[in-house]
């Protein structure tokens, strides 16, 4: 589709968005949101005729890109059909996502519980652990996100936990390995591992194993770094889970449904979780929809005894139909195959040539369409590009890089010291190459805060 030019029609989105729209995370008369006229594939575009490459995937949830044609389709059919319907009934939606979904997640995960999101499924998997174990207490690590509701963000280990941390929510935070910045003085892979697993068997000892109901970790950090996990590592966690009688929750909202070159990023470990969350890519974002897969132990639990929790759009047709079409499109179309393809045939590497030209790059990690730059200004020190939640004036050369990105027409993911390559997982190589020559460009701008 190319992009028409409406400046008239722009000015009004953003008056009417500054004059009514509350923004998620954002100091509401600082931000200045771009008027979005319309996107396709793995593009947007404003009112100005600008148009921009998506790297952020939306929020890494456009997994088949912008306006995929059937599933438009198949929630126009489904709006026609049945717009909507109250969760205690069989529709063939409901059932047939939970079908598809069952039929791609890892082991007995079988039993499927809808949400209208990430945050919420995250809610519902700790309540079926405590509920399962009869015990309190959960156990997450810094680096990682959750989710923005009461329960989810006490367990998140990032600042945006901060402001709601109460102190009382039953969580306690540990170290998940990550030897790039390694808390455990780690020279190797297999050191940090053993020595990530040891600290966390510690604090499971020091808690007390029988107050602690559940771990939660993302598979794969997300937006708060995209650190991919040592080998053995989460092996060695369902391990200390199976030990202690903890239930082990794996977060897909990021990482699943294609974005590791995996369904789930689960089967790059050749782990199995007790309960497992999903989102966002389910179905592309197009429709709200999350969910909670539940293993047959932890569903047993519940077989003759209520469930206290639900919600009213659980299941949503809509969400479920366009969650239906997704999933067919991605096994027939081979979206999945093409992440891990062109991860490793082209964004790798052409990450890594952007590293040895750039010193602002301090490393390079990622798999599949789940890339992110460690940004630096000394790579012999590893000090970040700017300091940890860092805001304003101090925070100005990540700007400075978000801004040169946008100029050469890419749209980034940044967060804090990193940029986040997350394109849409059918994103196609000469794509691919065209955000990476805009991320060189705007990279050199980076450079020149470095030392």
């Known amino acids: 589709m190319t992009p028409q030019t409406d400046p008239q029609a722009g000015a009004a989105v953003k008056a009417a968005d500054r004059a009514h729209v509350f923004h998620s995370w954002s100091a509401q008369e600082l931000i200045d949101p771009l008027a979005v006229a319309g996107a396709e594939g793995s593009y947007f575009w404003d009112f100005d005729g600008n148009r921009y490459l998506d790297f952020t995937s939306g929020l890494v949830f456009t997994n088949i890109g912008y306006q995929h044609p059937k599933v438009v389709a198949a929630i126009q059919e489904q709006a026609a059909a049945m717009t909507t319907f109250a969760p205690a009934f069989a529709v063939e939606a409901r059932s047939e996502a939970a079908r598809l979904i069952a039929e791609r997640t890892p082991g007995d995960l079988d039993k499927i519980f809808f949400t209208n999101g990430g945050a919420d499924a995250v809610e519902h998997a700790v309540r079926m652990a405590r509920i399962h174990t009869g015990r309190p207490k959960v156990l997450s690590a810094y680096r990682s996100y959750h989710g923005g509701t009461q329960q989810a963000v006490n367990i998140t280990g990032d600042p945006r936990r901060w402001a709601s941390d109460s102190g009382a929510a039953g969580v306690v935070h540990f170290w998940a390995p990550f030897l790039y910045r390694s808390r455990f003085y780690a020279e ?10 040891e600290h966390l068997e510690t604090t499971i000892a020091f808690e007390g194993p029988g107050t602690i109901a559940a771990i939660v ?12 996990p040592p080998p053995g590592y989460l092996a060695g ?3 200390l889970c199976d030990k202690y009688g ?22 790059l470990f050749d782990v199995v979780p007790d309960l497992m969350t999903f989102a966002k890519g389910v179905n592309s974002g197009y429709v709200p929809l999350g969910g909670v897969a539940i293993s047959g132990r932890i569903a047993e639990t519940f077989g003759k005894r209520a469930y206290p929790g639900g919600l009213t759009y659980s299941g949503h047709p809509l969400a479920c139909a366009a969650a239906v079409a997704t999933i067919q499109v991605m096994a027939e179309e081979g979206v999945v195959e093409n992440a891990a393809e062109l991860g490793a045939s082209v964004v790798e590497p052409g990450l890594r040539r952007l590293a040895e030209r750039h010193p602002s790059v301090g490393e390079v990690r990622g798999v599949g369409m789940f890339w992110a730059l460690d940004l630096v200004r000394n790579r012999e020190t590893r000090e970040p590009l700017v300091p940890y939640n860092a805001a304003g004036e101090a925070a100005a050369p990540m700007a400075a890089f978000a ?20 394109p849409p997982c059918n994103v196609t190589e000469a794509e691919l190459k065209e955000g990476l020559a805009a991320l060189d460009a705007a990279l050199s701008v980076a450079d020149e805060y470095t030392e």
């Open 188 to 197: 190797t892979e297999q050191q940090e591992c053993e020595r990530a697993l």
């Open 217 to 228: 970790l993302e598979t794969i950090p997300g937006t708060a770094g995209i650190m991919v």
């Open 237 to 239: 966690v369902r391990e």
């Open 246 to 267: 903890i239930v082990f929750v794996l977060d897909e909202v990021m990482a699943g449904f294609g974005r590791t070159g995996e369904w789930f990023a689960a089967d």
């Open 403 to 422: 801004a040169a990105a946008k100029a050469n027409g890419v749209w980034p993911f940044v967060n804090m010291n990193r940029t986040h390559v997350v």
